[in-house]
């Protein structure tokens, strides 16, 4: 009989906890708490999967690239600065689609004179210049930049007719391009090579005034052709400046003649090594070749420091082949000094490489060539191992610019060779970054021209780790006892950006040419994003495997952000389309905290409230149920001297539940909390996440938990969760070691902290001095 009267208890208990329930839902429909639109599933944003493109992130059965090879003849003018070229492209339409015309980028037009990229964007004056900005911004004439294309030649020699439109070029066949058919056809062409050092622009020369010589990076110096894909068929949006680029893989074979004393290196394999090497530097190559603990110098300081007063009249030609690249790029200089390392790269050497003037020492002879071959192991570990022979670091001024096997970078020491943490960690960092693009978009081949992010995003989030990595490796080189100073990808790091003026944010899904603030949104938050993916919400053993998957089923294919996504997923098993569409999609920022703690006792009493809710039900206080009640400790029915005392001491229902249902040794056994606390956690920010909660005990024991973002699947603004303790809580804090890029740290803890104000932590400064 005992036995059913618990159950007729268990009824009447559960029949009162539903009533207040419904109410509580009641309450919360009215108000509009209950959200799910971020938890929806992506269907309206992703492209129907097809047999191009498949539904988990893999390329389908049907999916295709189109191929284009290059022969390209090419003379660097140094006296004039000019650039003199004749290129062959065999282009293969691997597409099922017959194409009656092609499209070519002509990138170097961003600098004609009749260019509208710098019409497009606003300008106004300053009140106050230097007289070299002044000069600079008002005084000088246009620059006669772009390409001036002589003439262009099917294979029989017949001109084939044009369209130049700003920075694209529309070649028209004189018969339809066949589905699995290729064609060739020939450029003739010459442009005047900017001086990178004004506006930044991609490639160029540094002109040294001291010693009269230039120092060149080159790239877009060619015609090249447009993507041509099952997502866009031709990707021909405008080059703006911003807006990188989007290419086919291809093999080339170029031949690049420079004055005779320059010193030059490039994408590919060089096939006339012993045509263009001396004996000495020869013999250093082949020890170079074996060392992999330090950088061996191939052309000394001093040998270019000769080298610079020369200034030799006569040519020599370097020739290079690469195999399977989506573009080329080269430097040369008389003024390079050049060292080379071999890492090892799974079951393969490569040659770590870096050329730089003397201006670069001694900061680039210490630490560039190390940066490279740290950075070509992280990243393989990380994806898959390096395919090129080797990745060359180039030192120009103020530059940050990739291309397959070569990059520009910045990062030079003053004058006496002095130089201070933030140039030097400053040049490890672009180096890593520009080395690492490689892997994302050279070839994880992305698409620049309309996702930014998906080639700068995942290198600054390769960076970071890659950066953590360098600093174990080189311990030397970091503060005593320090992590690497990374700029990006920490989730403080993106914190000022989020918690920004909402009218000059732009989601991360946005074209690079529509976004006000291009480092942020491109680079810092899906860095962030994806670390915080990777600690936070997947863990490393997931998303680790997950990533790696994404980079081998796209290496040496064009994938789009659907293809990451739903690879992302498909690896790892974790539902990740709220994370997608809070952190890529929109602009909305993290802010959860603590919006309340009630404390609550165990009694037989019911309260006020619960008596009246009884009575409103038809019950007399003659045939209130026995159960087992929780007296608020704000209540007017609270007692004080039943606070921290025993459920079974304050409660004589449970008592006798006890007693009667439990013997002397399950008794025994049970542990009785005697605190208990409804804790109310809000989320004032728009991005659902994980609340991270440290519990802290009168005790001065702490307790971590995690829940996880579904918690906010049903209401998008408050989550409330019950703890029973034996021990008293004193404190709660909200993702106390700062992993969720919250903008708002003053809700995160009860009690609340009191915030002091900018002239009270002044007053406080004042005094600690």
Same mark, same amino acid.
């Given at each position: 009989?005992?036995?059913?009267?618990?159950?007729?208890?268990?009824?009447?208990?559960?029949?009162?906890?539903?009533?207040?329930?419904?109410? =509580?839902?009641?309450?919360?429909?009215?108000?509009?708490?209950?959200?799910?639109?971020?938890?929806?599933?992506?269907?309206?944003?992703?492209?129907?999967?097809?047999?191009?493109?498949?539904?988990?992130?893999?390329?389908?059965?049907?999916?295709?690239?189109?191929?284009?090879?290059?022969?390209?003849?090419?003379?660097?003018?140094?006296?004039?600065?000019?650039?003199?070229?004749?290129?062959?492209?065999?282009?293969?339409?691997?597409?099922?689609?017959?194409?009656?015309?092609?499209?070519?980028?002509?990138?170097?037009?961003?600098?004609?004179?009749?260019?509208?990229?710098?019409?497009?964007?606003?300008?106004?004056?300053?009140?106050?210049?230097?007289?070299?900005?002044?000069?600079?911004?008002?005084?000088?004439?246009? $620059?006669?930049?772009?390409?001036?294309?002589?003439?262009?030649?099917?294979?029989?020699?017949?001109?084939?007719?044009?369209?130049?439109?700003?920075?694209?070029?529309?070649?028209?066949?004189?018969?339809?391009?066949?589905?699995?058919?290729?064609?060739?056809?020939?450029?003739?062409?010459?442009?005047?090579?900017?001086?990178?050092?004004?506006?930044?622009?991609?490639?160029?020369?540094?002109?040294?005034?001291?010693?009269?010589?230039?120092?060149?990076?080159?790239? &877009?110096?060619?015609?090249?052709?447009?993507?041509?894909?099952?997502?866009?068929?031709?990707?021909?949006?405008?080059?703006?400046?911003?807006?990188?680029?989007?290419?086919?893989?291809?093999?080339?074979?170029?031949?690049?003649?420079?004055?005779? !004393?320059?010193?030059? !290196?490039?994408?590919?394999?060089?096939?006339?090594?012993?045509?263009?090497?001396?004996?000495?530097?020869?013999?250093?190559?082949?020890?170079?070749?074996?060392?992999?603990?330090?950088?061996?110098?191939?052309?000394? &300081?001093?040998?270019?420091?000769?080298?610079?007063?020369?200034?030799? =009249?006569?040519?020599?030609?370097?020739?290079?082949?690469?195999?399977?690249?989506?573009?080329?790029?080269?430097?040369?200089?008389?003024?390079?000094?050049?060292?080379?390392?071999?890492?090892?790269?799974? *079951?393969?050497?490569?040659?770590?490489?870096?050329?730089?003037?003397?201006?670069?020492?001694?900061?680039?002879?210490?630490?560039?060539?190390?940066?490279?071959?740290?950075?070509?192991?992280?990243?393989?570990?990380?994806?898959?191992?390096?395919?090129?022979?080797?990745?060359?670091?180039?030192?120009?001024?103020?530059?940050?610019?990739?291309?397959?096997?070569?990059?520009?970078?910045?990062?030079?020491?003053?004058? !006496?060779?002095?130089?201070?943490?933030?140039?030097?960690?400053?040049?490890?960092?672009?180096?890593?970054?520009?080395?690492?693009?490689?892997? $994302?978009?050279?070839?994880? *081949?992305?698409?620049?021209?309309?996702?930014?992010?998906?080639?700068?995003?995942?290198?600054?989030?390769? &960076?970071?780790?890659?950066? +953590?990595?360098?600093?174990?490796?080189?311990?030397?080189?970091?503060?005593?006892?320090?992590?690497?100073?990374?700029?990006?990808?920490?989730?403080?790091?993106?914190?000022?950006?989020?918690?920004?003026?909402?009218?000059?944010?732009?989601?991360?899904?946005?074209?690079?040419?529509?976004?006000?603030?291009?480092?942020? *949104?491109?680079?810092?938050?899906?860095?962030?994003?994806?670390?915080?993916?990777?600690?936070?919400?997947?863990?490393?053993?997931?998303?680790?495997?997950?990533?790696?998957?994404?980079?081998?089923?796209?290496?040496?294919?064009?994938?789009?952000? =659907?293809?990451?996504?739903?690879?992302?997923?498909?690896?790892?098993?974790?539902?990740?389309?709220?994370?997608?569409?809070?952190?890529?999609?929109?602009?909305?920022?993290?802010?959860?905290?603590?919006?309340?703690?009630?404390?609550?006792?165990?009694?037989?009493?019911?309260?006020?409230?619960?008596?009246?809710?009884?009575?409103?039900?038809?019950?007399?206080?003659?045939?209130?149920?026995?159960?087992?009640?929780?007296?608020?400790?704000?209540?007017?029915?609270?007692?004080?001297?039943?606070?921290?005392?025993?459920?079974?001491?304050?409660?004589?229902?449970?008592?006798?539940?006890?007693? !009667?249902?439990?013997?002397?040794?399950?008794?025994?056994?049970?542990?009785?909390?005697?605190?208990?606390?409804?804790?109310?956690?809000?989320?004032?920010?728009?991005?659902?996440?994980?609340?991270?909660?440290?519990?802290?005990?009168?005790?001065?024991?702490?307790?971590?938990?995690?829940?996880?973002?579904?918690?906010?699947?049903?209401?998008?603004?408050?989550?409330?969760?019950?703890?029973?303790?034996?021990?008293?809580?004193?404190?709660?804090?909200?993702?106390?070691?700062?992993?969720?890029?919250?903008?708002?740290?003053?809700?995160?803890?009860?009690?609340?902290?009191? &915030?002091?104000?900018? $002239?009270?932590?002044?007053? +406080?400064?004042?005094?600690?001095?």
């Amino acid at each position: 009989m005992k036995k059913l009267n618990c159950s007729l208890t268990f009824i009447l208990c559960l029949t009162v906890t539903l009533g207040f329930a419904q109410q =509580e839902i009641k309450k919360e429909r009215e108000s509009g708490h209950s959200n799910q639109s971020k938890f929806k599933q992506l269907y309206e944003e992703f492209a129907t999967p097809n047999t191009y493109r498949s539904a988990s992130g893999t390329p389908g059965p049907d999916y295709y690239q189109q191929q284009a090879d290059y022969k390209i003849d090419l003379e660097l003018d140094d006296k004039n600065a000019k650039i003199y070229g004749e290129e062959t492209i065999t282009y293969f339409n691997n597409s099922p689609d017959d194409l009656e015309y092609l499209w070519l980028q002509l990138d170097q037009n961003v600098r004609a004179k009749d260019s509208k990229s710098p019409l497009r964007d606003e300008s106004e004056l300053s009140i106050a210049y230097s007289s070299e900005k002044f000069v600079e911004t008002l005084m000088q004439k246009p $620059f006669e930049g772009g390409f001036n294309i002589e003439f262009i030649k099917d294979a029989n020699g017949k001109s084939l007719p044009y369209t130049i439109n700003q920075t694209m070029m529309r070649i028209d066949l004189p018969q339809v391009l066949k589905s699995g058919s290729q064609v060739s056809f020939s450029i003739k062409w010459w442009y005047n090579i900017p001086d990178h050092t004004i506006d930044r622009a991609r490639s160029g020369y540094e002109y040294f005034a001291k010693d009269g010589n230039r120092s060149y990076v080159i790239a &877009q110096f060619f015609p090249r052709m447009a993507v041509y894909s099952d997502v866009e068929g031709w990707q021909n949006y405008q080059f703006w400046g911003r807006g990188e680029f989007a290419l086919p893989f291809g093999d080339y074979e170029v031949n690049i003649t420079v004055p005779a !004393d320059h010193i030059l !290196d490039a994408t590919g394999e060089l096939t006339n090594r012993k045509e263009v090497f001396s004996k000495e530097m020869m013999q250093r190559y082949e020890q170079a070749k074996k060392s992999y603990d330090k950088p061996v110098l191939i052309v000394t &300081q001093q040998e270019a420091v000769n080298a610079e007063k020369g200034f030799s =009249e006569d040519k020599k030609t370097w020739k290079f082949k690469a195999e399977n690249v989506r573009d080329f790029g080269f430097a040369t200089s008389r003024k390079f000094i050049w060292d080379m390392q071999a890492v090892k790269i799974g *079951n393969k050497d490569v040659m770590a490489v870096s050329l730089y003037p003397k201006e670069g020492n001694p900061l680039w002879e210490e630490l560039s060539t190390r940066a490279v071959a740290s950075t070509l192991k992280s990243y393989s570990a990380h994806t898959f191992d390096y395919p090129y022979h080797k990745a060359i670091s180039v030192h120009a001024q103020n530059q940050g610019m990739e291309y397959p096997m070569i990059c520009w970078n910045h990062g030079r020491p003053a004058e !006496d060779g002095s130089y201070s943490d933030r140039v030097k960690f400053g040049m490890i960092s672009v180096i890593i970054h520009e080395v690492g693009h490689n892997f $994302f978009p050279m070839i994880v *081949n992305s698409d620049e021209r309309q996702w930014g992010w998906m080639d700068e995003g995942l290198d600054t989030f390769m &960076q970071y780790m890659a950066e +953590q990595e360098f600093g174990e490796e080189f311990p030397e080189v970091i503060a005593p006892n320090k992590a690497y100073p990374s700029r990006r990808g920490a989730p403080s790091k993106i914190v000022p950006y989020m918690s920004g003026d909402q009218s000059t944010i732009s989601p991360i899904m946005s074209n690079p040419e529509n976004v006000f603030q291009l480092g942020p *949104n491109a680079y810092g938050k899906p860095a962030t994003a994806l670390n915080i993916l990777r600690e936070t919400i997947m863990g490393k053993e997931l998303f680790d495997h997950a990533f790696k998957t994404y980079a081998q089923r796209w290496k040496f294919k064009h994938p789009t952000p =659907e293809d990451f996504f739903r690879t992302m997923e498909d690896a790892s098993a974790v539902d990740l389309d709220w994370y997608w569409r809070s952190w890529f999609y929109t602009t909305d920022y993290v802010d959860i905290g603590v919006k309340g703690v009630k404390k609550y006792y165990v009694s037989d009493k019911p309260t006020k409230k619960m008596k009246d809710y009884m009575v409103s039900r038809g019950l007399t206080e003659a045939n209130f149920p026995p159960l087992v009640y929780l007296v608020d400790e704000e209540s007017e029915d609270f007692e004080e001297g039943l606070k921290g005392k025993a459920p079974s001491e304050t409660s004589q229902t449970l008592k006798e539940y006890m007693m !009667d249902n439990m013997t002397a040794e399950e008794r025994s056994q049970v542990e009785e909390p005697k605190y208990f606390y409804e804790i109310v956690f809000n989320k004032p920010g728009g991005i659902p996440m994980p609340i991270i909660v440290e519990y802290k005990y009168a005790d001065g024991s702490t307790e971590n938990v995690t829940y996880p973002p579904q918690i906010w699947r049903k209401n998008d603004q408050e989550f409330k969760r019950v703890i029973s303790s034996e021990k008293e809580l004193v404190g709660i804090v909200v993702d106390p070691k700062s992993e969720t890029a919250d903008i708002d740290s003053s809700n995160n803890s009860w009690p609340k902290k009191e &915030q002091r104000s900018e $002239f009270e932590q002044f007053k +406080q400064d004042i005094k600690g001095k």
